[in-house]
């Protein structure tokens, strides 16, 4: 829809339920993600598996929480050619309804190390979405048909 001057009180009138509910709803979008990016999910050996673990069971229980798919399960695949397991996924299923178009998700959980500073320690920030991962650009979002 193009805005003009004759369709912006309309327009403004249309957007402003989504708009509340968005405004409703930011704070505690915002403390989810705070909880989230604090799990130190680190996926590489010489850190805790747990906590990557629990980084997916806590994007699971968010996940849940949306009431939006028909199943929701944390799971972890094989790796070709041994024994061991992978990191867990979380996966998320709802059939696409009335010939409507497949969405597909993705964003990744676990991270890289935290960069050392010259005493060896990990860097510390008082900001609100200050964690390992927290500015990485990993989401991707792709339409199938």
Same mark, same amino acid.
């Given at each position: 829809?193009? #805005?003009? *001057?004759? @369709? /912006? !009180?309309?327009?403004?009138?249309?957007?402003? %339920?989504?708009?509340? /509910?968005?405004?409703?709803? $930011? *704070? /505690?979008? &915002?403390?989810?993600?705070? /909880? $989230?990016?604090? &799990?130190?999910?680190?996926?590489?050996?010489?850190?805790? *598996?747990?906590? #990557?673990?629990?980084?997916?069971?806590?994007?699971?229980?968010?996940?849940?929480?949306?009431?939006?798919?028909?199943?929701?399960?944390?799971?972890?695949?094989? &790796? %070709?050619? @041994? @024994? +061991?397991?992978?990191? !867990?996924? #979380? $996966?998320?299923?709802? !059939?696409?309804?009335?010939?409507? !178009?497949?969405?597909? $998700?993705?964003?990744?959980?676990?991270?890289?190390?935290?960069?050392?500073?010259?005493?060896?320690?990990?860097?510390?920030?008082?900001?609100?979405?200050?964690? &390992?991962?927290?500015?990485? +650009?990993?989401?991707?979002?792709?339409?199938?048909?």
């Amino acid at each position: 829809m193009t #805005v003009t *001057p004759d @369709t /912006a !009180p309309e327009a403004a009138l249309a957007d402003a %339920p989504v708009r509340a /509910a968005v405004e409703a709803a $930011l *704070p /505690a979008t &915002i403390a989810d993600l705070c /909880a $989230l990016v604090r &799990i130190p999910s680190v996926s590489w050996d010489a850190f805790d *598996p747990a906590r #990557v673990a629990e980084s997916a069971e806590a994007v699971a229980a968010l996940v849940r929480g949306l009431n939006v798919f028909d199943e929701v399960v944390v799971t972890r695949s094989g &790796i %070709p050619g @041994t @024994t +061991e397991l992978g990191q !867990p996924a #979380v $996966l998320a299923h709802r !059939p696409a309804r009335n010939g409507r !178009p497949t969405v597909l $998700l993705y964003a990744h959980h676990d991270v890289q190390p935290p960069a050392t500073t010259s005493t060896g320690n990990p860097p510390r920030s008082s900001r609100p979405f200050a964690g &390992i991962g927290s500015t990485e +650009e990993a989401q991707r979002t792709t339409r199938q048909g």
